[in-house]
């Protein structure tokens, strides 16, 4: 009886269901009982944008980001407390490699939770993933060493991940005509995560001395000056985690033998026409090897290099504006700070919910990316003489830049994010995105560091002939933007066949 039912409950079903295109309707096999076929019943059945769905994609992203960047703005002031760095011109260097930790430890192991998310689904990698930021995330804001700290935020990240696979399930459960839609979601609150988690950190930090009559320095707050901000990131967390218990699996897994598999493929093969077939043998010969699949490996590869731009650049722009003037920064308070970014994530949202998808719809992914990027150069190089201004024209100024900057670096990351996930067959987006949160992961590991130490020798050369003080600093990260604006090329860039400009 169980092996009945278990036979009745895989057994194909061959319905006929309009493509996202609007053309006309074939034969298409689903399977009772698969989550990823019941997802795709429903995109055939409704045409329209998956609100709901999108809703998981946006807050599953937003609680990844915002654990990442809610120390910048704190982490000046918590490694001056800490007592670790003998010189004040020294805290960048080991604010560096507390902002490196996490990314070494997502380095390690998101290949690993990407096939883990190819296997066993996308929701089990995510709930977890939510789960440890709720538990580290709260233990890094009870940080009582430096070393406590690092470890925290390295086991943090090692645990966490769910952005991959987030990736995946982001075009899984909309129709083709929706992916730049969904993911533009992800990049979106990502920037927005990127963005909330610093100005939540300026805002929150240091209660007793910002909120004397609400947070005395004998409370528990008043010992522990940087756990508000993370108790709350922790809450939100914890909040998602529990939603994500209505959140539907994407990943199909078709319980039928190899023989039946064989007949349904028959059993489809006079309902392809030729065209699709050959896409078919395509996906099969690339399923071989993740890594000899080009369009895929330099898509990924430029995201390592933006990535490690726009990493470097967080580190660097708070470490930057809170530093005192005569070093070549803005000598602004973390709240001076906090507000700035988070001006700027109200413009991302704005941004990438009604201006990118139409951006995207004229100049597809690359033209989009490659404008932006010639963009960033001049706006970074107008970073170093902010520091000659004065109120109010710093402020209106900084705002500009900053809001018009991260507009520019999500576009290119959206479009990434594009070329990566149309250049796998679904079974194999899981592994497809862990390999990119790789790869992207340890240039983002290397960027903090990196950043806080050219940081803190830039800061020691004031009167250099060459590009003195914080000039070298915004020099090398428009270096840095070049190379990758270079990579976004022919003959380096490959892209998958939608995309050829050809």
């Not at 169980?2 to 061959?14: D, G, H, N």
């Not at 010189?87 to 390690?108: H, K, N, P, Q």
């Not at 970074?380 to 900057?405: D, F, H, Q, R």
Request: proline share 6%; glycine share 8%; net charge neutral.
């Amino acid at each position: 009886m169980e092996e009945e039912a278990e036979q009745s409950s895989s057994a194909p079903l061959l319905e006929t269901k309009a493509t996202a295109g609007g053309a006309n309707g074939r034969g298409v096999v689903y399977f009772e009982g698969c989550p990823g076929c019941a997802v795709d019943r429903r995109k055939a059945a409704s045409p329209g944008i998956p609100y709901g769905n999108f809703l998981y994609v946006w807050i599953v992203t937003l609680c990844t980001a915002l654990p990442i960047s809610s120390l910048f703005p704190f982490l000046y002031f918590m490694i001056r407390d800490l007592h670790v760095a003998k010189r004040t011109e020294d805290i960048g260097f080991y604010a560096g490699f507390v902002g490196a930790s996490f990314m070494l430890g997502r380095c390690l192991t998101s290949t690993a939770w990407g096939m883990a998310a190819d296997r066993i689904g996308r929701k089990p990698v995510v709930v977890f993933g939510i789960f440890s930021v709720v538990v580290f995330n709260t233990l890094f804001g009870l940080s009582v060493s430096y070393w406590m700290a690092i470890a925290t935020r390295f086991l943090l990240g090692a645990l966490n991940g769910l952005l991959g696979p987030i990736k995946a399930y982001a075009i899984e459960v909309c129709r083709p005509e929706h992916e730049a839609l969904a993911l533009s979601l992800v990049s979106t609150a990502w920037g927005i995560g990127l963005i909330i988690g610093p100005a939540l950190g300026g805002y929150l930090a240091l209660p007793a001395e910002k909120f004397p009559n609400v947070f005395s320095p004998d409370s528990f707050f008043g010992r522990f000056p940087y756990f508000l901000p993370c108790l709350c990131t922790s809450v939100f967390a914890a909040a998602v985690l529990i939603s994500c218990i209505w959140m539907p699996e994407t990943l199909h897994k078709h319980k039928v033998s190899e023989t039946g598999n064989r007949s349904i493929e028959t059993l489809e093969a006079p309902l392809l026409d030729p065209k699709e077939k050959v896409q078919q043998n395509g996906s099969l010969e690339s399923k071989k090897s993740l890594l000899r699949n080009w369009p895929l490996m330099s898509s990924i590869i430029i995201y390592c290099v933006f990535s490690f731009h726009d990493m470097a650049y967080t580190e660097v722009f708070s470490l930057w504006a809170e530093s005192d003037k005569k070093y070549g920064g803005l000598s602004l308070s973390s709240e001076n700070v906090g507000q700035v970014l988070a001006v700027t994530g109200v413009s991302l949202l704005v941004y990438q919910l009604f201006i990118y998808p139409r951006i995207n719809k004229v100049l597809g992914p690359i033209k989009a990316s490659r404008i932006a990027a010639i963009l960033c150069i001049p706006i970074l190089s107008s970073y170093p003489y902010m520091t000659y201004l004065s109120e109010p024209g710093l402020s209106i100024l900084l705002n500009i830049a900053s809001v018009i900057k991260n507009n520019l670096a999500v576009t290119i990351i959206t479009g990434t994010f594009l070329l990566q996930n149309n250049a796998v067959p679904q079974d194999q987006r899981g592994a497809a995105n862990g390999l990119s949160m790789t790869g992207m992961s340890f240039f983002k590991a290397v960027a903090p560091a990196g950043a806080g130490i050219v940081f803190s020798w830039a800061q020691k050369r004031q009167h250099a002939y060459f590009f003195p003080g914080d000039q070298m600093v915004f020099f090398l990260l428009n270096v840095v933007e070049l190379l990758g604006l270079i990579l976004l090329f022919k003959p380096f860039l490959a892209v998958p066949e939608q995309y050829d400009e050809h």
